[in-house]
């Protein structure tokens, strides 16, 4: 196991002096010459592969129908006492604004304002109070242009109905103004996610600050995990930065504002790890230097493995289809990585330049006779000794109470709804309730329905008759390529689960009705409902080819560390019980104290990684240090030294990074809040149940066999 320390022999001041200089070196040449990430990062309007069915029906409808197909920004006026005269003014005025000077990628838009009322009337709703339209802009459109095209739209729309139908509260009486549809919520989310990045960023380095101050009492220790943390998101924000603009890597702003929680958690873990030896030394050592070489030699190895065994475990990322989780992978492994090459150079560097004062104003003394010098604490030695003591009770009683938070398993709940998932303030989500408060709710986002050969009108009215369909609209339609498009609108939310179980009868019904004159027919489907469902399809695929994988990449990792063959069988069983016990009370909090009907999709792949890997730093820790007293007396001597050495850094770490996580939970984004919840929880888990009692119980039940084949 030693062979994966570091080979530092001196830790002189020189060596210190350079280990720092280099690092800030690194820090700001990089910053100065390579692009920050955030400059970098792509907000793509589709989360999809280009070979999901979707994708590749919605480049069919492009081809065969330019000028009809293209992503919808919804225009939704409303009045609650009904749409006066003067609001029509107002909408024809919009619409002769967006005909004359056309927005950022916009390919058509309803001739309204040169319809007479009669005609125009077929835009609004039965009632009178609310009118909508689709502004349709280019299907293959960035982010970057939906965002600019809605910008226009805004402007448009205060010089034509004023700023306040765009501001008004919706109980107020007056014209409200509202952009939704795909366009409209897909920028809102993407402003949701940037403006969340600084905040989180705010909110967790105060966190960590305050954690630190209050869990060791010192505020210049407080400093070092922050200053460590501080260079390593430089560093890592200017290569992902560089990596970006010149070698084509992809992501996002919610990988950045996972990134930076990610970073927080892991590096401080790492850096109090190296601490909690440190201090220990300098009772056991007079001078700092050699403290800080005691702790090094025993704490690097660990800090570097457990690095490596998180970036495996996310690079594991790269085997998912979707872009949601396939570009989690190199930016986190990368930020991972260089947080531990940080902790291991430049964290004992900054701790040995600050020697003994680091801890101030609780300095540790060298106190060589003390008969407790460098020994642990009074709860961490009980730990210890309970833990092996009472192992056989500690490793069954442990096993059932997360097996019991594993019941609530089988009754979670998954959606893939992005509209509920996003505040109901939001002004793309408002614009949705008020028209399916008083039109269908399905025009939001209709379905595009692209019918191959056969009967056009054969295929409307079997897909009319069905009970989820309020309407269909045949839009075009070739002749001489026997081609036609329809839009379906459903009588229900486009983005729910029940639009998404009603496309397979929709695809039957068209291919049915479009062939009942003998002629064979193709359907495919298109639109964001379809859009969705390929998104819950690949979603499952990546679960089930991605665990596999981190489990095995885990496994001999450690298997390679430990060198044994067991101990990696039971450290991998008790973190995989640890994260379905974390998803069942995770469910528990998001449905009975959020008050939230689902858990988002994404959410169990997105948490397993995690909890896995992270989890595995805990393991690393307790079991290093077990393995490294292991050859001082018999097992049950080691696994008791090795627990009380390490309990109080893993319950300060895993109270720090479980603050981290739950961080998320305050963002108004459901996805990174639920993420946050069942993360926090599964870290806590951790922390209390699995590393302090379970995994050494376990330990010392096996004995010398959980070393074999290495033996004693």
């Known amino acids: 196991m030693h062979r994966f320390e570091p080979k530092v022999r001196t830790w002189s001041r020189t060596w210190r002096a350079a280990a720092i200089l280099a690092w800030l070196l690194a820090a700001a040449l990089l910053a100065a010459v390579f692009p920050a990430a955030s400059k970098e990062e792509i907000n793509r309007s589709t989360l999809l592969p280009a070979s999901a069915p979707s994708q590749m029906a919605a480049v069919r409808v492009r081809d065969a129908f330019p000028a009809s197909s293209g992503t919808p920004a919804i225009l939704v006026f409303y009045n609650p006492t009904g749409i006066s005269s003067a609001d029509w003014a107002a909408i024809r005025r919009t619409v002769r604004e967006l005909r004359t000077h056309p927005v950022t990628a916009q390919t058509q838009v309803p001739q309204l304002d040169a319809l007479p009322p009669g005609a125009a009337a077929r835009f609004a709703s039965d009632d009178g109070k609310v009118v909508s339209f689709p502004v349709l ?74 954690l630190m101050i209050v869990l060791y009492r010192s505020p210049i220790l407080a400093l070092v995990p922050l200053v460590s943390v501080g260079i390593a998101y430089t560093v890592v924000s200017s290569l992902l930065g560089a990596w970006a603009r010149y070698g084509g890597l992809t992501f996002d702003a919610q990988t950045l504002s996972i990134l930076t929680v990610l970073l927080f958690g892991a590096g401080t873990d790492y850096c109090l790890f190296l601490i909690a030896r440190y201090r220990q030394e300098l009772r056991r050592h007079g001078r700092p230097i050699d403290a800080l070489r005691a702790s090094y030699k025993g704490a690097a190895g660990a800090i570097l493995m457990s690095g490596l065994t998180v970036s495996a475990s996310l690079l594991s990322l790269l085997a998912a289809r979707s872009p949601s989780f396939h570009e989690f992978a190199i930016p986190f492994s990368v930020a991972v990585f260089v947080m531990a090459l940080v902790a291991i150079t430049f964290v004992p560097a900054l701790i040995g330049s600050l020697g003994r004062a680091a801890f101030w104003p609780r300095i540790p003394r060298y106190e060589p006779d003390a008969p407790d010098a460098g020994q642990p604490g009074r709860v961490s030695r009980w730990l210890g000794r309970t833990a092996v003591r009472r192992r056989t009770p500690v490793a069954v009683l442990g096993s059932l109470a997360l097996a019991a938070c594993c019941l609530a398993l089988p009754h979670v709940r998954t959606s893939y709804d992005l509209l509920s998932s996003f505040p109901a303030d939001m002004p793309s989500r408002e614009g949705y309730a008020v028209l399916s408060a008083h039109e269908s709710p399905g025009a939001l986002a209709p379905i595009d329905v692209l019918v191959e050969g056969g009967s056009p009108e054969g295929a409307v009215r079997a897909v009319q008759s069905l009970a989820a369909v309020e309407q269909v609209h045949l839009v075009a339609v070739r002749d001489h390529a026997h081609v036609a498009l329809m839009q379906v609108e459903l009588r229900t939310n486009p983005y729910s689960e029940t639009a998404m179980a009603a ?114 730093d805990y393991n690393i820790f307790v079991m290093s240090r077990i393995w490294e007293v292991w050859h001082q007396g018999r097992a049950h001597a080691a696994v008791e030294r090795g627990v009380a050495d390490t309990a109080s850094v893993i319950t300060s770490a895993g109270l720090i990074l479980a603050g981290t996580f739950a961080m998320l939970a305050s963002l108004p984004i459901q996805v990174l809040l639920q993420f946050g919840v069942v993360t926090a929880i599964g870290v806590l888990l951790d922390t209390f149940v699995v590393r302090p009692w379970m995994v050494p119980a376990i330990t010392a039940i096996l004995g010398d066999a959980a070393r074999w084949p290495r033996g004693t």
Do not use: C
């Open 137 to 210: 802009l280019r299907a293959d459109a960035s982010q970057d242009q939906l965002n600019q095209a809605v910008d226009e739209i805004d402007q448009d729309l205060r010089r034509a109905v004023g700023a306040d139908a765009l501001n008004r509260a919706p109980d107020r009486p007056g014209l409200h103004a509202y952009v939704t549809g795909p366009v409209g919520i897909a920028v809102d989310a993407t402003h949701l996610f940037q403006h969340a990045d600084l905040a989180l960023l705010i909110a967790t380095t105060l966190l960590v600050l305050a």
């Open 503 to 616: 496309l397979p009868s929709i695809e039957r019904a068209a291919a049915k009705g479009a062939s009942a004159g003998g002629q064979a027919a193709h359907v495919y489907l298109a639109g964001e409902t379809a859009a969705q469902e390929d998104t819950r399809a690949i979603t499952a695929r990546d679960t089930r080819v991605v665990i596999p994988i981190v489990l095995v990449a885990i496994g001999l990792l450690l298997l390679v560390y430990l060198r044994s063959v067991v101990a990696p069988l039971y450290l991998l069983a008790t973190i995989v019980l640890s994260y379905g016990a974390a998803m069942g009370l995770g469910w528990l909090v998001i449905r009975e104290v959020l008050h939230q009907p689902a858990m988002q999709g994404a959410i169990p792949l997105y948490a397993f990684v995690f909890l896995v890997a992270l989890g595995e």
